[in-house]
C-alpha cells in the first residue's frame, strides 16, 4: 500500500480501472499504486460476497468522508 491517489493523479485515464465490490457496485477509480488503500476503505466482505448486508450510508458515505472533499 503506498498512497491514496486523487482524481488528479486519474486524469489521463492510463492504467486505471474502476474497482466494483461485488454486487457490481462502483468503489471509485483506481490504479495499480492505489488499489489497496481504496481497498482499505472498505469492508473486505464487500468484494467477495454478494450478499454481505449494508447500511449503504455508513458504507458508501460515511467511508469515504474523510478524505474526500468533493461531496
Ligand atoms: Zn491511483
Not at 460476497?49 to 450510508?57: A, F, L, Q, T, V
Request: hydrophobic residues 25%; negative net charge; proline residues 3%.
Amino acid at each position: 500500500m503506498k498512497k491514496s491517489c486523487t482524481w488528479e493523479d486519474h486524469k489521463d485515464g492510463r492504467g486505471t480501472w474502476i474497482m466494483y465490490d461485488a454486487r457490481g457496485i462502483s468503489c471509485g477509480r483506481v490504479c495499480a499504486e492505489c488499489e489497496d488503500a481504496v481497498r482499505a476503505k472498505y469492508r473486505p466482505e464487500i468484494f467477495t460476497n454478494s450478499r454481505y448486508s449494508m447500511p449503504e450510508d455508513d458504507l458508501y458515505w460515511g467511508g469515504m468522508a474523510e478524505d474526500q472533499d468533493d461531496y
